[in-house]
Protein backbone atom coordinates (compact mmCIF):
# COMPACT_ATOMS: atom_id res chain seq x y z
CA UNK A 1 0.00 0.00 0.00
CA UNK A 2 1.20 3.27 -0.67
CA UNK A 3 1.52 7.04 1.77
CA UNK A 4 0.87 9.95 -0.23
CA UNK A 5 2.48 13.56 0.38
CA UNK A 6 1.22 16.79 -1.48
CA UNK A 7 3.38 19.65 -1.95
CA UNK A 8 2.86 23.10 -4.03
CA UNK A 9 0.22 24.73 -3.06
CA UNK A 10 0.74 28.28 -2.30
CA UNK A 11 -0.52 31.93 -3.05
CA UNK A 12 -1.45 32.87 -6.56
CA UNK A 13 -3.08 35.75 -8.16
CA UNK A 14 -5.83 34.99 -10.38
CA UNK A 15 -5.31 34.24 -13.95
CA UNK A 16 -1.51 32.76 -12.76
CA UNK A 17 -0.25 29.42 -12.68
CA UNK A 18 0.21 26.54 -9.73
CA UNK A 19 1.66 23.01 -9.60
CA UNK A 20 0.81 20.74 -6.94
CA UNK A 21 2.39 17.23 -6.87
CA UNK A 22 2.01 14.41 -4.61
CA UNK A 23 4.91 11.73 -4.12
CA UNK A 24 3.71 8.50 -2.83
CA UNK A 25 6.24 5.90 -1.08
CA UNK A 26 5.34 2.24 -0.85
CA UNK A 27 5.30 -0.74 -3.64
CA UNK A 28 2.97 -0.60 -6.68
CA UNK A 29 2.34 3.08 -7.77
CA UNK A 30 2.05 1.77 -10.91
CA UNK A 31 -1.01 0.36 -10.02
CA UNK A 32 -2.83 2.60 -8.90
CA UNK A 33 -5.57 5.19 -9.71
CA UNK A 34 -4.70 8.74 -9.12
CA UNK A 35 -7.08 11.15 -7.88
CA UNK A 36 -6.94 15.17 -7.00
CA UNK A 37 -10.06 16.27 -5.16
CA UNK A 38 -10.74 19.43 -2.95
CA UNK A 39 -11.99 21.08 -0.38
CA UNK A 40 -13.32 25.13 0.47
CA UNK A 41 -14.41 25.43 3.78
CA UNK A 42 -18.07 25.12 4.58
CA UNK A 43 -17.88 22.64 1.75
CA UNK A 44 -17.94 18.84 0.66
CA UNK A 45 -14.47 17.72 -1.23
CA UNK A 46 -15.20 17.66 -4.59
CA UNK A 47 -13.55 15.37 -7.83
CA UNK A 48 -11.09 17.41 -9.47
CA UNK A 49 -9.35 15.27 -11.97
CA UNK A 50 -8.05 11.26 -11.96
CA UNK A 51 -5.86 9.51 -13.81
CA UNK A 52 -5.55 5.75 -14.58
CA UNK A 53 -2.68 3.54 -13.29
CA UNK A 54 -1.55 3.32 -16.94
CA UNK A 55 -1.53 7.38 -17.45
CA UNK A 56 -3.26 7.12 -20.78
CA UNK A 57 -7.01 7.81 -19.04
CA UNK A 58 -8.05 10.77 -17.53
CA UNK A 59 -10.95 12.72 -16.29
CA UNK A 60 -11.95 16.15 -15.59
CA UNK A 61 -14.47 18.31 -13.57
CA UNK A 62 -16.20 20.49 -15.66
CA UNK A 63 -15.41 23.37 -13.50
CA UNK A 64 -11.25 22.73 -14.13
CA UNK A 65 -11.86 21.44 -17.68
CA UNK A 66 -8.75 22.99 -20.42
CA UNK A 67 -7.53 24.78 -17.51
CA UNK A 68 -6.07 22.44 -15.63
CA UNK A 69 -4.04 18.96 -16.54
CA UNK A 70 -3.37 15.71 -14.32
CA UNK A 71 0.22 14.08 -15.20
CA UNK A 72 1.88 11.49 -13.38
CA UNK A 73 5.20 9.83 -13.63
CA UNK A 74 5.58 6.06 -12.83
CA UNK A 75 9.15 6.03 -12.54
CA UNK A 76 8.89 8.93 -9.70
CA UNK A 77 6.23 7.68 -7.86
CA UNK A 78 4.16 10.92 -8.27
CA UNK A 79 1.25 12.20 -9.62
CA UNK A 80 0.91 16.45 -10.27
CA UNK A 81 -1.71 18.86 -11.20
CA UNK A 82 -1.04 21.82 -13.27
CA UNK A 83 -3.66 24.96 -12.69
CA UNK A 84 -3.78 27.34 -14.89
CA UNK A 85 -5.88 30.51 -14.99
CA UNK A 86 -6.68 30.06 -11.68
CA UNK A 87 -9.89 31.58 -10.42
CA UNK A 88 -10.37 32.47 -6.41
CA UNK A 89 -13.59 30.17 -6.61
CA UNK A 90 -10.46 27.51 -7.12
CA UNK A 91 -9.08 28.05 -3.61
CA UNK A 92 -9.56 24.91 -1.55
CA UNK A 93 -6.99 22.54 0.44
CA UNK A 94 -6.54 20.31 -2.90
CA UNK A 95 -5.84 16.45 -1.67
CA UNK A 96 -3.72 13.89 -3.45
CA UNK A 97 -6.42 9.85 -3.39
CA UNK A 98 -5.27 6.67 -4.64
CA UNK A 99 -6.84 3.55 -5.37
CA UNK A 100 -5.53 -0.17 -6.72
CA UNK A 101 -7.18 -1.06 -9.57
CA UNK A 102 -6.79 -4.18 -11.82
CA UNK A 103 -7.84 -2.38 -14.82
CA UNK A 104 -4.95 -0.25 -15.91
CA UNK A 105 -7.14 1.88 -17.58
CA UNK A 106 -9.70 2.76 -15.44
CA UNK A 107 -10.42 6.53 -13.65
CA UNK A 108 -12.26 6.48 -10.42
CA UNK A 109 -14.23 9.37 -10.26
CA UNK A 110 -15.82 9.62 -6.50
CA UNK A 111 -13.96 10.22 -3.67
CA UNK A 112 -15.85 6.91 -2.37
CA UNK A 113 -13.64 4.70 -4.62
CA UNK A 114 -10.21 5.87 -3.29
CA UNK A 115 -8.54 4.86 0.28
CA UNK A 116 -5.67 6.03 0.10
CA UNK A 117 -5.60 10.06 1.15
CA UNK A 118 -2.92 12.59 1.75
CA UNK A 119 -3.03 15.33 4.17
CA UNK A 120 -3.56 18.24 1.70
CA UNK A 121 -2.06 20.89 0.80
CA UNK A 122 -3.39 24.96 0.66
CA UNK A 123 -4.39 26.69 -2.65
CA UNK A 124 -5.32 30.10 -2.42
CA UNK A 125 -6.31 32.14 -5.61
CA UNK A 126 -6.55 36.06 -4.71
CA UNK A 127 -8.72 38.07 -6.15
Known amino acids: QVQLVESGGGLVQAGGSLSVSCAAS????????MGWFRQAPGKEREFVAA????????YYADSVKGRFTISRDNAKNTVYLQMNSLKPEDTAVYYC????????????????????WGQGTQVTVSS
Open 51 to 58: ISASGFST
Open 97 to 116: AAVYTFSKNYVARSPHEYDI
Open 26 to 33: GRGFSSYT
